[in-house]
């Protein structure tokens, strides 16, 4: 049944036809009353791309979005403003389950401005970065929660859900200080799990090349007013070369109240990671290995009053043991390595709604400890680790204060958000430290609409920036924040036949953080060492391939590139991670019902990396070798039929050998088969 609202001279209202009860979204904190009409779905590699389309004037506002339905109401306020103008993905729940992708870090590959650089395959570990930046330049949320890691972003996706917990998931590209403070350099991926799933029970059980195993549970239930989600899932493979075996065990909880003052949102997790490390930090090696443990939990209030507020609170726990040799060692190998990382966060947003536009303001405190036997400052007293024989000796804390403050004015199809963040970190001698930006959007025509942005940000540098010091490698203490900024411009289209967006983006980074060497060094030294711009374009288009022809089926194909240009002034140094990045990426992926039951997905990669590494052999070291170009094919066929889910997926289908970092082999054709139950009891 149609509802229709009009706006107030108080209150902007949204008409749609379909109700949501979906939160945490990067895109919730327009704070309106939204339901969604247009439901068409676009697909951006094997993933659907959301186009936020908005027109207003003095009676009315509409915004289509290309995806299931999805609520825009209270949540982080900050967060939607810099949305508008700016390019963002959304992979939906309909992507995740036909796409090929079997976690996180594969799902993430299908997004052109995304470089996924895995060291163990499955979730095991990978690097994170957006638009040529490098992996501690992105944020990760859960669930609109920042769950960065601050000793090393390695650890940034050891996250306790798997895919079929997941219902969407959001990228937004380019510098995001004033969205969410710190480390949103290059970009921030929001992780949205299931909400308000009801009264269901599902499971899933998956098999396949290398004896691999993965099993999911999870249940919905009600108590009274609030809605539960519980969730277990076990990965476990024996390796697709020497010393890649990995298991992993995850626990989440997710729970909803809503109640006359607002809503109620808890979340809490854990999960256990243990896996052989081939050559993963060292090449010189091959023989290590790493386990790790992450607690998380965080409690928000989202107030139903005129002048809304969103209090958050958050702890994560990060636990880690690397050992340089899994099994025997050399007389000259003292100890393993053990860390733990505490978390803990406040946030408190809010926004006022009025007749000149939006006010948002907010402050986030949060404290970063370290505790470790390699990382920090020499502690007086040591700590026992917990169930090992050893001791961590050193450790360092920091406190980040920051405070936002932001507005957003529509007139006509004329939208402005402008806003800045303030922001001090306890170990910088200086006082507080400013990012400004600005957002504009310009309705073109009802398909069409012209953005531009211009924003800053800033990457504090982590505990293994600051003291990692080992055979290989020096640390530096006195490192200094990385600084960016980004300007970017083009047009998004949404029409019947094809959306997508065209968008050029020039950004400066300073001071950037690296590991580096002269070819005459054996020791990696980190560093501010350069400055770094990066120009390129991306493109992203969805073709309702049928719907052209003239034919009434369902069905897609989707074509996505980013090409970065780099220019940087490093002198004679070699670098490990910043002057590697991918100059080409093109995805391209088909999704196509073949009967009312079973459907198929094929997805097309094409990777073109700058840079060289050092070639190893047998631990010896050889000469510089340049990253080759190569293309990935992956797919996967899906029959549904009435509860039951069976899919067959084919990763790497022509056994391509590649590397996403230099000497760590990236696994050949990976087959896998599996099966889902799911039952709905609402």
Do not use: C
Request: charged share 20%; glycine share 8%.
């Amino acid at each position: 049944m149609k509802r229709k609202f009009r706006e107030s001279k108080q209150r902007s209202f949204l008409s749609f036809r379909k109700w949501g009860r979906k939160n945490f979204s990067l895109f919730s904190t327009l704070h309106r009353v939204v339901k969604v009409s247009v439901l068409s779905v676009a697909y951006f590699g094997s993933t659907p791309v959301l186009s936020v389309a908005m027109s207003q004037d003095t009676s009315s506002v509409k915004m289509e979005y290309d995806l299931e339905e999805i609520e825009v109401s209270a949540s982080r306020a900050p967060s939607v403003y810099s949305e508008i103008a700016r390019v963002l993905t959304v992979i939906d729940t309909k992507s995740i389950e036909q796409g090929p992708a079997t976690s996180v870090q594969e799902l993430l590959e299908q997004v052109a401005a995304i470089d996924v650089r895995q060291r163990g395959a499955e979730g095991v570990q990978a690097d994170i970065s957006i638009r040529g930046g490098t992996f501690d330049q992105t944020l990760i949320l859960l669930n609109g929660i920042n769950i960065t890691d601050p000793q090393t972003g390695h650890h940034n996706l050891n996250l306790p859900v798997s895919l079929s917990q997941i219902e969407r998931i959001e990228v937004l590209k380019g510098p995001a200080a004033r969205v969410y403070g710190p480390n949103a350099f290059s970009g921030a991926i929001n992780i949205v799990t299931k909400q308000n799933a009801g009264k269901m029970l599902e499971a899933q059980v998956n098999a396949g090349s290398y004896k691999y195993f993965d099993s999911n549970l999870s249940a919905g239930f009600a108590t009274g007013q609030m809605n539960h989600l519980l969730a277990g899932n076990y990965k476990s493979s024996d390796g697709y070369i020497d010393n890649t075996d990995f298991n992993s065990t995850n626990v989440f909880y997710s729970g909803n109240l809503s109640s006359a003052i607002g809503k109620l949102s808890a979340q809490a997790g854990y999960t256990d990671k243990g896996f052989g490390a081939n050559s993963f930090y060292t090449p010189v090696y091959p023989d290590q290995y790493e386990s790790t443990q992450t607690t998380f939990s965080s409690v928000r209030l989202e107030s139903l009053t005129k002048f809304n507020l969103t209090p958050a609170l958050y702890f994560r726990r990060h636990s880690d043991k690397f050992m340089l040799f899994r099994n025997e060692s050399p007389d000259w190998y003292e100890n393993h390595n053990f860390h733990r990382t505490d978390v803990k966060g406040a946030s408190l947003n809010s926004w006022y709604l009025w007749k000149a536009g939006k006010t948002s303001v907010g402050a986030e405190f949060r404290s970063e400890k370290i505790l470790s036997n390699v990382l920090g400052e020499e502690m007086p007293s040591f700590v026992k680790v917990p169930g090992e024989d050893a001791f961590y000796t050193k450790s360092k804390n920091r406190q980040i204060m920051s405070l936002f403050a932001e507005h957003i004015f529509y007139l006509n199809n004329f939208t402005l958000s402008t806003g800045i963040m303030g922001n001090h970190i306890s170990d910088e001698k200086s006082e507080w430290n400013f990012f400004p930006g600005i957002d504009i959007s310009y309705r073109l025509s009802s398909s069409l609409k012209a953005v531009a942005s211009w924003n800053t940000s800033l990457r504090m540098p982590t505990f293994t920036d600051l003291y990692y010091s080992g055979r290989t490698n020096i640390g530096n203490p006195l490192l200094k924040p990385e600084k960016s900024k980004m300007l970017e411009g083009g047009i998004k289209m949404n029409s019947k036949f094809v959306n997508g967006h065209l968008v050029v983006f020039h950004s400066r980074g300073t001071n950037i953080i690296d590991w580096v060497k002269t070819e005459s060094d054996d020791l990696w030294k980190s560093m501010n060492h350069t400055s770094i711009v990066n120009t390129g374009f991306e493109l992203d288009m969805e073709f309702s391939h049928w719907k052209l022809l003239g034919v009434n089926r369902q069905g897609s194909i989707r074509l996505g590139y980013v090409y970065n240009n780099q220019d940087k002034m490093s002198g004679e140094l070699i670098s490990y991670y910043v002057l590697d990045n991918l100059k080409h990426k093109l995805v391209a992926s088909l999704n196509q019902p073949v009967s009312g039951n079973l459907s198929f997905n094929i997805n097309f990669t094409y990777q073109n990396r700058e840079g060289t590494y050092t070639s190893y052999n047998n631990g010896s070291s050889g000469s510089e070798t340049s990253y080759n170009p190569f293309w990935l094919v992956d797919t996967k066929l899906l029959y549904q039929r009435n509860n039951f889910k069976f899919y067959v997926t084919a990763n790497n289908l022509f056994n391509k050998r590649y590397f996403d970092l230099g000497n760590i082999a990236q696994p050949g054709r990976w087959l896998k088969t599996g099966i889902s139950y799911n039952l709905n009891f609402n």
